[in-house]
Structures are given as structure tokens and as C-alpha cells.
């Protein structure tokens, strides 16, 4: 498994870790966008349109930095998924929609468009379910760590404390 970015840990925690997921064992795409991106709680939502194959990042703020920051964040998600997907890590159930859909309110402010693949993935994937794997689950409640770096940590504390007692009753040998 690869390294993830702050980011990208944040939101495989969100994910792993929302509320939904962990009584159904799936989450529908658009439970998780207005969970943990879109919604009235959040500074973006998301205007997708099936008819067009459009979509459309719409941002709360006037600030050119923190539109970038939000496009970017959405980006990373994304392609996160997107990656995971392709690594048979999560799975995504459920066949695509004609969807044309708001989540939010929207703000005339600023209106970024997505484009491919990343629209492409969103326009097939909303209205599905995200089922993440065993293996991701446990990657993100060990923090990120695999088996064998957990198991690399054990045998290290192991051999640390191997070499103490064995200091230890060289010491106590030589003095008793």
C-alpha cells in the first residue's frame, strides 16, 4: 500500500469513520459528499448535471485562495477514489443515474467546472454505494500502518528489551 497525504488520511477517516458506514456497512456516494464536502455545514457544494455531463464546484467564498484550496480538495477526494477503486480497495455498487442534482445551496460567486475524468467519475458513481475493503478499514484503524510495519514495531520493542535484560544480567553478573 502507498503512503497517503494529510489530506488523503483525513478523508479516508471520514469515510471510514462516518456514522453511516459503520451501521450499514456501506455509504451512498451522496451521504458522504454532503457528510464530510458538500452541504449547508460546508463553504462548497456540488452541481451535477447528467443531461450535459457537466459538473460544477460551487464556492461560498470570494477569496481566490480558498476557492483554490476547496477545488483542490475535491480534486484530491476524487482521485483518491478514483486510485482506491482501481486497486480493488473500495468498490462502488449500485449502476449509474441520470442524475441531475444540487447539494447545497449554491452561491453565483464563484462556479468552478470540473473536468475529466474527474466529472466523469462523479457523473458515473453518484446514486452508488461506496464499500470500502477489510483491508482499508484496518489500514485506517491502525493508523495507517500495515501488518508488517506493526509486526516490524513489535520485533523492534522486542529486541530492545531482549538487549536491556541481556545488559542487565551482564551487569548483575559481574557485580554479584
Given at each position: ?157 522486542l529486541a530492545i528489551v531482549a538487549i536491556a535484560v541481556s545488559l542487565l544480567i551482564g551487569l548483575l553478573g559481574i557485580f554479584f
Amino acid at each position: 500500500m502507498r503512503n497517503f497525504s494529510k489530506e488523503e488520511k483525513n478523508i479516508l477517516n471520514q469515510l471510514i469513520n462516518s456514522k453511516t458506514l459503520k451501521i450499514e456497512g456501506m455509504i451512498l456516494f451522496e451521504v458522504f459528499l454532503e457528510d464530510c464536502f458538500f452541504g449547508d455545514e460546508h463553504d462548497s457544494n456540488i452541481y451535477v448535471n447528467s443531461d450535459t455531463r457537466e459538473v460544477f464546484l460551487s464556492i461560498k467564498s470570494n477569496d481566490v485562495v480558498k476557492r483554490r484550496k476547496e477545488t483542490v480538495r475535491v480534486i484530491v477526494m476524487v482521485n483518491l477514489l478514483m486510485e482506491l477503486m482501481n486497486l480493488g480497495i473500495i468498490s462502488f455498487i449500485g449502476k449509474e443515474n441520470e442524475i441531475k442534482k444540487c447539494s447545497g445551496q449554491q452561491y453565483n460567486n464563484a462556479l468552478v467546472k470540473i473536468d475529466q475524468p474527474i466529472s466523469s467519475f462523479l457523473l458515473e458513481k453518484l446514486g452508488n454505494f461506496i464499500l470500502p475493503s477489510e483491508e482499508l478499514r484496518a489500514l485506517v484503524n491502525n493508523n495507517f500502518k500495515n501488518s508488517e510495519e506493526i509486526r516490524h514495531r513489535q520485533t523492534m520493542i522486542l529486541a530492545i528489551v531482549a538487549i536491556a535484560v541481556s545488559l542487565l544480567i551482564g551487569l548483575l553478573g559481574i557485580f554479584f
